[in-house]
């Protein structure tokens, strides 16, 4: 065991400033640092000490993630996260901290889904970044007067941030049937009765009601073809947005009838919005 270990674990113990529930990143990085030094440790009595600390950090997230969700259900979520969501102008697909707190705090069961290879130009579900969808909040300026479709809803994270931080109304559309499952179960554990999941192929969804739509690249191909005439088909009967990210951006970017105000159209490592007005 080296001194370094060491003083690590004697600071965290002696220092009290992790152990308010409201620490979460500060608590964070000191977790994830002493998983790495616990590899590497070995004394039976100093990988007690470690694992204890653990534990107690795991039991003061537990206290954040619970106050966070009575916050949603009493409609004050927004507020709640407020300190957590100073996102700036994030780029690119890693996560962070804030993936990390809203994991616990949605607490979305993650089951083993029924058709784990996916169909020809269905993506493997990858879950889009939070800091993504807070800065997309932003941008779009969505609101409650708003109806968002996430295409390629996945467990519903996208959907269900989108709701505590904006007030719209949420439909996430996803072909697997245990991962829509289990993003119902959350919408009706943190009390949001207007997130709603439809087990659908997104080329057969209703997409009639919905002035927003989000895609993080969950197809490709002839889907991702199909999917977008159908948005272009709803295009010329109101108003709408595409917010986009990933690879999907460049094919939106393509399309003589949205338009956007981004520096690049084409990016790929951030969220880009799309409109669509009626000729």
Known sequence: MTDVPCAFLALLETDATWRDPAAFRWRADAADRLDLLLLAMDSAAERARAECLLDAMAAADEVLFAELREAIRAGRGKAAL??????????????????ALLAGVFAIEEPVPDNPRPPADMVFYQPTPMRHIVDAVRRAALSPADHVLDLGAGLGHVSLLARVLSGATVTGVEREPAYVASARHAATALGMPEAVFTCADAREADVTQANIFYLFTPF????????????????????????????????????????TTDANPEANDRIVIFTANPV
């Open 82 to 99: 407020a300190p957590w969501l100073d996102v700036g102008e994030p780029t690119g697909a890693h996560y962070d901290a804030l993936d």
């Open 220 to 259: 490709i191909g002839p889907v991702l073809r199909d999917v977008t005439a159908r948005i272009e088909a709803e295009a010329r009967k109101r108003p709408l947005r595409v917010v986009a990210l990933g690879p999907c951006t460049r094919t939106f970017a393509r399309q003589p009838w949205l338009k």
